[in-house]
């Protein structure tokens, strides 16, 4: 019995060492921001329609149901043909805010799994604002040594330019049309 405590003990190490090395991804979190040279309602009025991202570079149009309210769906159509999935949770007029998931995507598309967002607009006063564009995901591969393509680093950066594109060109429409 000691020395099976004794073994057991003398193994530990490894079975903890080889614990931590045999995990799979972790969550990943990107936030772009952008002021804009625009009232916080002008801004909101821009972006917080759910069934509508004709504001967004890539996306070719917005198709849904269900309005703002939680649970209302929609297929984002990018310029390239491509479909996004997504699922609104939260909607806040008031607070200018709405939270919500991609439901279905081609990682070949977006290398991200069990996606969820908040964009938001705060008003800096005097005229201007900033939208928050915040997101949560793990990578396109779930298992161990994913691929170059479906990796940690190519998820945030395939975020990071979602958001950076969509923020720059907003900020670029609404300051252009005074």
Avoid: C
């Amino acid at each position: 019995m000691l020395r099976s405590l004794t073994i057991g003990l003398l193994l530990m190490p490894l079975i903890v060492l080889s614990a931590a090395h045999a995990h799979g991804p972790t969550r990943q979190k990107v936030t772009e921001s952008v002021e804009i040279n625009a009232p916080a309602d002008k801004v909101w009025a821009a972006i917080g329609n759910f069934q509508d991202l004709n504001w967004h570079p890539v996306i070719e149009k917005t198709e849904g149901e269900g309005g703002n309210e939680p649970g209302a769906k929609r297929t984002l159509t990018l310029t390239d043909g491509a479909n996004i999935f997504e699922e609104l949770l939260k909607y806040d007029a008031e607070g200018r805010l709405m939270k919500y998931i991609i439901t279905k995507v081609d990682v070949k598309v977006l290398p991200v799994n069990n996606y969820s967002s908040i964009l938001r607009v705060e008003d800096l006063g005097d005229g201007k604002s900033k939208v928050v564009w915040r997101g949560a995901f793990y990578r396109g591969y779930m298992n161990n040594d994913p691929p170059e393509d479906l990796n940690d680093a190519a998820a945030v950066k395939a975020v990071k330019g979602v958001y950076r594109g969509g923020l720059d060109e907003l900020k670029k429409k609404l300051e252009a049309a005074g």
